[in-house]
């Protein structure tokens, strides 16, 4: 079946799950989260987290999935239509450009950490994590990216694995293949958590990440959770909303979305029992940033025989979970050049992803050569921050925030509730009214006070 656009359609329920859970699970989960909480005050972090995804992420997820159905094509070209369908200003277009720009700044650095997953499973396949302390492993991450020509070796691989799936449409290869991957990705990590519990940290990172202060939560917290959320459920850059054009009408918009949160979420806070227990086993420092996944778990691996085996099965895991992300970040930006030019499917993601593999390259020299160049010094909030640092917090906690505010003010207070309930199969459904409420006025002034709130409190 074709969708108006000529655009495919899933060929399930079940497809569509599989391809959103695989865009929404992925290094959020597993690199980010847990480093974003040990920098932001653990349990502090992980309470607003689960609050905000309820509050906001989620109801701006349906809103998202919903707007890709009834607009059936690029997240640009759907809102084209929806703008001209219920006489909507053209400024509304913002979100569909802002989403898919913000989508290809992402991958352009996304592939780069996706790279390091890679990397390591060839560090876990030579034997390289056996008997690793706490410095070794942090001296092994740190010379990976000290080193510009390994890192571009592995993003350009990275980036290609991309790019060929995308070319090659995703239903054939991906539908198939998360079915199985994603799956096992979450036993492994489940065990684990359970191997986690066994160390001797696991105490004092249970109190880490689930007893909070309220002195601990500053805006910065919660714009960093805000803008967490709406990452790891892949929100607000027109990712779910080309995976919900290709959604049929029949099925549940609402369920499906109650379904890929709580996955989504349930890998993050597994991911953060997997990884805290070895941070205070091995005295290692929560808030270090970026490296905490990749220098804490090899340590886990090392201890358990040569952990060639459980190595080399978790970082090939966390790479397709990575690649399942990625492909929902290049499609966005394909669909749409598939229908502005003539070119093909294949050239056109060859294209778009070189475009965003050279881009990359400023995520690369951050680490290195440009680790010390902060390219907007003078600005406030970006004083300390170098190009990865700056495409990192801009996209997720000012782009992403902000289509999504749109999103929800677009399907709460332009679009009617008639037509919103109809498009949703939702005309009698008891939470309907209560998802409104949510987009048109907790989602919203949510994301604006909190705006107000880093403004106006810096730090
Ligand atoms: N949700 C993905 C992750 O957690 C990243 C992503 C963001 C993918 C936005 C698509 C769109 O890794």
């Not at 890998?267 to 220098?295: D, H, K, Q, R």
């Not at 010390?372 to 801009?394: N, R």
Request: hydrophobic residues 55%; aromatic residues 14%; without cysteine.
């Amino acid at each position: 079946m074709q969708a108006v656009s000529g655009h495919a359609i899933w060929s399930s329920r079940f497809a569509f799950l599989m391809a959103a859970i695989g865009s929404a699970v992925g290094l959020g989960n597993i690199w980010r989260f847990p480093y974003l909480a040990g920098a932001n005050g653990g349990g502090a972090f992980i309470l607003v987290y689960i609050l905000t995804i309820i509050a906001i992420a989620l109801p701006i997820l349906i809103t998202e999935i919903l707007l890709g159905r009834m607009g059936k094509a690029s997240p640009i070209m759907s809102m084209r239509r929806l703008i001209s369908a219920h006489g909507a200003s053209g400024l509304w277009s913002i979100i569909g450009w802002g989403g898919t720009v913000g989508a290809f700044f992402v991958l352009s650095f996304y592939s780069v950490i996706g790279g390091w997953a890679i990397h390591y499973v060839t560090y876990a396949a030579t034997g390289v994590f056996a008997g690793m302390n706490g410095d070794q492993a942090g001296a092994l991450f740190a010379d990976l990216t000290a080193d510009p020509a390994t890192l571009i070796a592995w993003h350009t691989i990275f980036m290609a694995v991309t790019v060929f799936i995308v070319a090659g449409g995703v239903k054939a290869g991906i539908e198939r293949a998360v079915v199985i991957l994603m799956p096992l990705l979450f036993l492994l990590l489940l065990g684990m958590a359970i191997y986690a519990t066994t160390t001797a940290g696991f105490g004092e990172a249970l109190r880490f990440m689930f007893d909070f202060r309220f002195q601990d939560i500053h805006p910065s917290t919660v714009l960093a959770a805000i803008g967490q959320g709406f990452f790891s459920l892949s929100v607000a850059l027109g990712a779910m909303m080309t995976y919900g054009a290709y959604v049929d009408e029949k099925e549940s918009i609402s369920s499906s979305a109650i379904i890929i949160a709580i996955a989504d979420t349930s890998v993050a806070i597994l991911a953060g029992i997997a990884i805290f227990p070895l941070v205070f086993t091995y005295g290692l420092e929560p808030g270090s940033g970026p490296g905490l996944t990749f220098v804490t778990l090899p340590i886990a691996f090392g201890t358990l025989g040569s952990g060639i085996i459980v190595g080399i099965a978790f970082f090939t895991l966390l790479s397709v979970a990575a690649i399942t992300s990625s492909i929902s970040l290049l499609e966005p930006t394909v669909a749409w050049a598939e229908e502005k030019f003539t070119l093909s499917r294949v050239k056109l993601s060859i294209l778009i992803g070189f475009g965003a593999w050279l881009l990359g390259f400023l995520t690369v020299f951050s680490f290195n050569h440009l680790a010390g160049f902060h390219p907007l010094a003078g600005l406030g909030l970006m004083k300390d921050k170098t190009f990865f640092d700056i495409f990192d917090f801009t996209t997720s906690n000012i782009v992403m925030p902000s289509v999504g505010f749109l999103m929800a003010v677009f399907a709460g207070w332009v679009l009617s509730s008639g037509v919103v309930a109809k498009a949703l199969g939702a005309e009698k459904a008891v939470w309907f009214p209560f998802w409104r409420f949510l987009i048109r006025y907790v989602a919203p002034l949510g994301v604006i006070s909190i705006f107000v709130a880093n403004v106006l409190l810096p730090g």
